[in-house]
């Protein structure tokens, strides 16, 4: 009967060879007017198979707007998550439907099969699940109301399960969760990592002793560093100016390089004190005026408390160093303050000094960059951003939204943001439960402790800017966008100008107009929750998102954080780590008051101890690994990037990252010391290690 329909009902199992269970599946069809009794799939649910049921309604149904999904433990038998790829439903009449129909037709215009994608693993304890046909679309351009309804209760439910909480007072907030278990399957993920070697830095345990020698510090390189080509570059350069400034450019921490046109008032330096290291014909004001001047000002870290280590003090400094870009295109250090306070006992290092009391500032800047780099660029910047959008994300914008992916009740499919921030929840509890706690690499071995971590994260995130986090007005403020060395610069620009062509052609698909945007009351309550729970009021963070044009460099902005920028400052740390005095997490003496004083034994004195060093080297070498099964950038594996109108946006963008791929892996084949880190090739999609 025409107002008791009968249905076809095909469940595809997902061929994985985990995904099929023992549990037994209940399946309801849900109308605009009504739905079907449960009925149950007797067939069993085997990895790869299809199962048929018939479904006959007891009254009119109107349009099939939902699929009902819930599974049901078997006594006796293992209670298994299941992967669903996609349910099918054919309405039946005289006859079985023909093939050929339009997925997404409602049962009235088209017999055919309307397909409801899954995608996604359900578990019998996790609730019903509820797939819907329809496309991804707005909450206003939603028009059944059934729908509608839907979405609202998804929301709530996720604002059930998903909740936030305050990690450290004055930083972006995290996820409330008291194991990984509560992600269920869909939020968490298999890390599959390559065989490493720390073979070489195991067994150091006991020795809570400073190095005897730099021989023996060659001695743990020669076998932990020597297949490394960037380590060995570092080692043999190290000590070198030139290469002190190419660090700050193209090192593992790029962002805190800035050209000023003003010196600090707190630098003690005068032209008189630098006139020997500029240009015969120059003076500092005139290379001031010329843009030729930069800055390394770690004032974060000024009266950050040190770690205690080994039961010995260890001790922190908050210099700025002063930089000069010369004719020859290099960038080399000038003076170094390690304090930001002058004063008699805070003197002013320049090149001219005693080599050891030079390359000893140098070494102070570079363990004070380690801090910066870890906790701000690195863990801040890239994990913490990413939580805090995640979170959002799952809070605030339900299933059919196109910016979302779907996590509902812990399930998961396919829109925009989620595949570069949902493997953000699990890594950052894991780090937080390890690299972050007693016990941890932070509180045994690095100079920022259990003390110096809310200290550093709060004032660091007071200082983030929205304009910081998007790289072409970071790169333009901070006045290293046209530097010709400055890889980093070049290839972030690249890779941000593809991903933003991207994400502004994606907006477009779903908003006609910039009425549109401000109409969306999803979208507004999502920007809201990530100011509140976010960077403050003074971050520079839109408070509403107004036009097609700010919602696409807003999610650019998280999509590069989460990947690209990941990707440099991440997988890049071991490379410049691994000859330790390029880069010690810690220092085991104050910084020096006076010059002339420092011995070639003092220097290793400062360096961290044989187990401390072996200690973040291990960890360095573990976090540095790419997954054997990373997805590269824009690689998606969700099935709404597999059809029409999205998948042609996916091809021309996967296009573009390649032609830059190819760009900069030609460039790094004609140089002795390339720059890999931002090839796209080379760039996970997500923050998942």
């Not at 304890?125 to 509608?148: H, P």
């Not at 992600?183 to 002793?209: C, I, Q």
């Not at 004719?327 to 080399?332: D, E, N, S």
């Not at 036009?547 to 890049?572: D, G, Q, W, Y």
Request: with cysteine; net charge negative; aromatic share 8%.
């Amino acid at each position: 009967m025409a107002s008791c329909p009968e249905f076809e009902v095909t469940v595809h199992t997902s061929p994985g060879p985990t995904c099929g269970t023992f549990s037994c599946l209940w399946i309801n069809l849900i109308g605009s007017q009504g739905e079907t009794p449960p009925i149950s799939v007797d067939d069993h649910l085997l990895p790869g198979s299809s199962c048929v049921v018939q479904v006959r309604a007891s009254a009119p149904l109107g349009p099939l707007v939902l699929v009902r999904l819930r599974l049901e433990a078997r006594t006796g038998f293992p209670n298994l998550d299941w992967h669903c790829s996609r349910v099918e439903v054919r309405r039946l009449g005289d006859g079985h439907a023909e093939e050929g129909g339009r997925d997404g037709d409602t049962p009235e215009t088209d017999p055919d099969a309307q397909v409801f994608l899954c995608d996604r693993w359900l578990r019998p304890a996790g609730g019903a699940v509820e797939l819907r046909s329809e496309d991804l679309c707005l909450l206003k351009d939603e028009t059944e109301e059934t729908l509608k309804q839907q979405r609202l209760k998804q929301l709530q439910h996720q604002q059930k399960l998903i909740r936030w909480r305050l990690f450290v007072d004055g930083a972006p907030h995290c996820a409330d969760l008291k194991s990984l278990s509560e992600l269920g399957s869909n939020l968490s993920y298999t890390h599959r990592s390559p065989a490493v070697n720390v073979h070489y830095l195991k067994g150091f345990a006991d020795r809570a002793e400073a190095w005897t020698s730099f021989s023996e510090l060659e001695t743990l390189f020669s076998l932990s560093g020597r297949q490394n080509d960037t380590a060995r570059f570092v080692r043999a350069h190290w000590t070198e100016d030139w290469y002190f400034g190419y660090q700050s450019l193209n090192g593992c921490n790029p962002l805190l390089l800035r050209r000023i046109c003003l010196l600090p008032p707190n630098l003690y330096v005068t032209s008189d004190m630098l006139r020997p290291f500029l240009s015969a014909d120059s003076s500092l004001e005139q290379e001031l005026q010329r843009g030729n001047i930069y800055l390394l000002d770690y004032e974060v870290l000024d009266g950050v408390p040190a770690n205690t280590i080994n039961g010995k003090q260890t001790y922190q400094s908050a210099p700025l160093c002063l930089l000069h870009l010369n004719q020859q295109g290099q960038l080399l250090p000038i003076a170094i303050q390690l304090q930001q306070t002058p004063s008699p006992e805070n003197p002013v290092f320049l090149p001219s000094d005693p080599g050891c009391d030079w390359l000893l500032a140098k070494i102070w800047v570079h363990s004070a960059d380690f801090q910066c780099h870890q906790l701000v660029s690195h863990y801040l910047r890239t994990h913490m951003l990413g939580e805090l959008c995640c979170v959002a994300t799952l809070r605030q914008l339900p299933e059919p939204h196109p910016l979302h992916q779907c996590c509902l009740i812990g399930c998961f499919c396919g829109q925009l943001l989620m595949p570069h921030i949902r493997t953000t929840l699990q890594i950052n509890f894991q780090a937080r439960a390890t690299l972050l706690t007693a016990g941890g690499v932070f509180d045994k071995a690095t100079a920022s402790g259990l003390e110096a971590i809310p200290v550093l994260l709060s004032r660091a995130s007071q200082r983030i800017h929205y304009r910081s986090l998007c790289v072409p007005e970071d790169l333009m403020d901070r006045g290293v966008d046209k530097l010709p060395q400055s890889y980093y610069a070049q290839d972030a620009l690249r890779v941000w100008g593809a991903l933003h062509r991207f994400v502004v052609r994606w907006v477009d698909l779903y908003y006609a107009a910039d009425d549109k945007v401000q109409q969306d009351s999803e979208l507004q309550h999502w920007i809201t929750d990530i100011n509140t729970h976010g960077f403050g009021q003074h971050s520079g963070f839109p408070p509403s998102l107004n036009t097609r044009a700010e919602v696409s460099k807003f999610v650019t902005m998280i999509i590069f954080s989460c990947s690209a920028l990941h990707a440099a400052v991440n997988f890049s740390q071991l490379d410049f780590a691994l000859w330790m005095p390029n880069c010690p997490a810690s220092m085991m003496r104050p910084p020096p008051k006076v010059k002339g004083s420092v011995t070639e034994d003092d220097i290793l004195s400062y360096l961290p101890d044989v187990n401390s060093t072996c200690r973040v080297l291990t960890a360095l070498t573990l976090l540095s690994q790419p997954a054997v099964n990373f997805a590269p950038l824009c690689h998606y594996k969700e099935a709404v990037f597999r059809d029409g109108a999205r998948r042609r946006l996916v091809e021309e963008v996967q296009a573009e990252l390649k032609a830059i791929s190819d760009d900069i892996t030609e460039r790094n084949s004609q140089r002795e010391l390339p720059y890999p880190y931002l090839c796209p090739g080379n760039i996970e999609n997500s923050v998942a290690i």
